[in-house]
């Protein structure tokens, strides 16, 4: 595809909030139709990083937990952040460790997203993880998880009903699906 030049003018940008986390920065902007208005941008301060892992069996591991935002409890394939200047792969294993206490022998990069690029510049990488080994989870602070082992084959389902809705475990199990031929 060729190369597409970028038709947002932006005029200035101050902060509107920062955390640990993320900062939102608010933008005064000319849009590709010549309209002047405001952007925000929620940026992040760490890559999303997510893991499928795949044992000897075709069973796979999801995380359940309580989702502030949503105000909903959530199933998920185990991630987590890594800071921005750390290695992706290091920080992988690290979320898959302390989320299922599982170490990989194997891992292979299955998908590179953007989660909401319409208002976040997040960029999240998934993995698949085999060869595992389990062990003993190491959970943050704010995490109260529930981790489930099943077939790879009805994770994929989940996703496909609706039982999963996290766009990151969506787009990592449909894939998985369709490579697998699930």
Known sequence: ??????????LSSRPIYDNPWVNVREYQVINPRGGEGIYGV???KNKALAIVPIDEEQHTWLVGQWRYPLNEYSWEI???GGPLSEDILTAAKRELQEETGLTAKKWTELLR???????????GF???????TPGETLFDETEDLEIRRLPLREAVAMAMDGRITD????????????????
């Not at 997203?113 to 960029?123: F, G, P, R």
């Not at 449909?174 to 699930?182: A, D, E, H, Q, S």
């Open 167 to 182: 766009s990151i475990s969506l787009a990592a199990l449909l894939k998985i699906g369709m490579m697998y031929k699930l």
């Open 78 to 80: 185990p991630m987590g």
């Open 1 to 10: 595809m060729e190369e597409k030049k970028n038709n947002w003018q932006t």
């Open 113 to 123: 997203i953007h989660t909401s690029n319409s208002v976040t510049d997040e960029e």
């Open 42 to 44: 929620v940026s992040f």
């Open 126 to 132: 998934v993995f698949i993880a085999e060869d595992l």
